[in-house]
């Protein structure tokens, strides 16, 4: 039994374990990640940084969550999935909590990289965690509970929504410090939900000998679709409250345009593409995940005010993190169980490839004539182009994989047979 401890599972249904990992997405995307937009335009502008700079400090949070999606499965190996997954949350925890301590680039960049190490970490490990809950056939159930985990993304964002302004509105020019130190005390609270529901997680079968195949070579145009999403949706999530800033919408009317988003993508992702996801074959899925949140990006493109913004939020939120969703599925679908850990991470890690360069690239962009907007037509054309590569993807489903017995169940087998 994959567990943090030697103690026994208690019975609880399978959405109650699935809700509590999705602490796991709230901490490292719902904060890490994305409230970084939020607190990116009153540091941009205390600290002198040029959209460059900002998207460099993006990128080593990027450059992090690569080696932390690569190391992934070898964390889950080595402590066991439960282990990794919490531990993964307390680092990201301090990482916010020492964010909030210091205005020097080069901390926030070496805290940003570690924040980015440790929450990929728990991202895959917990997509893994939340992709056996369900250990039934039923594909629909099973992307129903995956659905919820990611619900914690939308979840995290709300949250840091209500914080990051409450806390620039109180604090003034220094409140983006107050507002690190807020989510990470409210990371660490997360910490007990998650560790409860990781050890009622049922156990990975262990491989049989010598069964070293993956399947991962049968997903290339998934690597290559999460690569590109990764880039486009992530510059639209890092500069789009700064050109709403632009545009001269208030700090509370761009917290409302955070929440709408983030609201929209915890309702969305449980409500309506647990379903979707279940139900289409292939590189379907992801298709349409890109497709619609190209359409989410384009109202802050072509208008402004607050209700382009609120209909961009609305459009964007609704499918974002449906596509972290969809290519959990679809891996699970296509690759032995004992293969879904390592294959969730390196899909992981081309997704961080994409987010690593995407707001760098837009950030240049930003800086150029043009200004922000010039930079988020990037994420249009890398969107569309992620489309394309998704469509392309046919899904060949894996034989079913061959276990062995655990090894303290060996003994007890022979003794059968004798």
Same mark, same amino acid.
């Given at each position: ?35 970084? #937009? ?13 959209? &460059? ?22 964390? %889950? ?28 680039? +080069? ?36 992307? +129903? ?49 998650? +560790?409860? %529901? ?7 079968? #262990? ?55 983030? /609201? &929209?993508? #915890? ?19 992801? #298709? ?20 382009? %913004? ?73 969107? +569309?182009?992620?489309?394309? /590569? ?29």
């Amino acid at each position: 039994m994959d567990t943090l401890g030697a103690g026994t599972t208690r019975p609880r249904s399978e959405y109650l374990t699935a809700l509590g990992l999705a602490a796991g997405p709230v901490v490292a995307l719902g904060f890490t990640r994305f409230a970084y #937009a939020l607190l990116l335009p009153s540091m941009r502008i205390e600290l002198g940084w040029s959209y &460059a700079a900002a998207g460099g400090l993006n990128t080593a949070n990027a450059l992090g969550y690569i080696i932390g999606a690569a190391s992934g499965a070898w964390w %889950a190996k080595r402590y066991g999935g439960g282990r990794a997954f919490v531990w993964g949350m307390v680092i990201s925890a301090l990482a916010l909590l020492g964010s909030g301590v210091t205005s020097a680039f +080069a901390a926030l960049a070496v805290l940003r990289f570690i924040g980015g190490l440790a929450t990929a970490v728990t991202f895959v490990v917990g997509s893994a965690l939340a992709s056996r809950v369900h250990t039934g056939a039923r594909q629909q159930r099973s992307a +129903a509970l995956v659905a919820v985990y990611m619900t914690g993304v939308g979840i995290g964002v709300v949250l840091s929504g209500i914080a990051v302004p409450a806390a620039l509105s109180a604090w003034g020019a220094s409140g983006w410090q107050a507002g690190w130190l807020l989510m990470g005390i409210l990371a660490l609270i997360a910490v007990g939900p998650a +560790a409860r %529901a990781a050890r009622a997680v049922p156990a990975a079968p #262990a491989a049989a000998a010598g069964q070293g195949r993956t399947g991962l070579g049968r997903m290339t145009w998934s690597f290559v679709w999460y690569v590109l999403f990764g880039a486009g949706y992530v510059s639209y999530m890092t500069f789009v409250i700064a050109l709403l800033h632009d545009q001269g919408l208030s700090t509370w009317s761009t917290a409302a345009f955070f929440i709408v988003l983030g /609201a &929209a993508s #915890a309702l969305a992702t449980l409500l309506v593409w647990g379903r979707i996801i279940g139900r289409l074959r292939g590189g379907t899925a992801p #298709a349409l995940v890109s497709l619609v949140v190209l359409l989410g990006v384009l109202p802050v493109l072509l208008g402004d005010g607050l209700a382009a %913004a609120l209909v961009s939020a609305l459009v964007f939120g609704s499918a974002f993190m449906a596509g972290p969703t969809s290519i959990t599925v679809l891996a699970r679908r296509m690759l032995p169980q004992h293969a879904w850990t390592s294959g969730i991470a390196w899909l992981t890690v081309a997704f961080s490839v994409g987010q690593a360069v995407g707001p760098l690239v837009s950030g240049i962009l930003s800086d150029s004539s043009g200004g922000i907007a010039k930079g988020l037509w990037l994420s249009v054309i890398l969107l +569309a182009l992620s489309a394309v /590569a998704a469509f392309i993807q046919r899904e060949r489903p894996t034989a079913p994989a061959v276990t062995v017995a655990p090894q303290d169940a060996q003994p007890a087998a022979q003794n059968q047979k004798r």
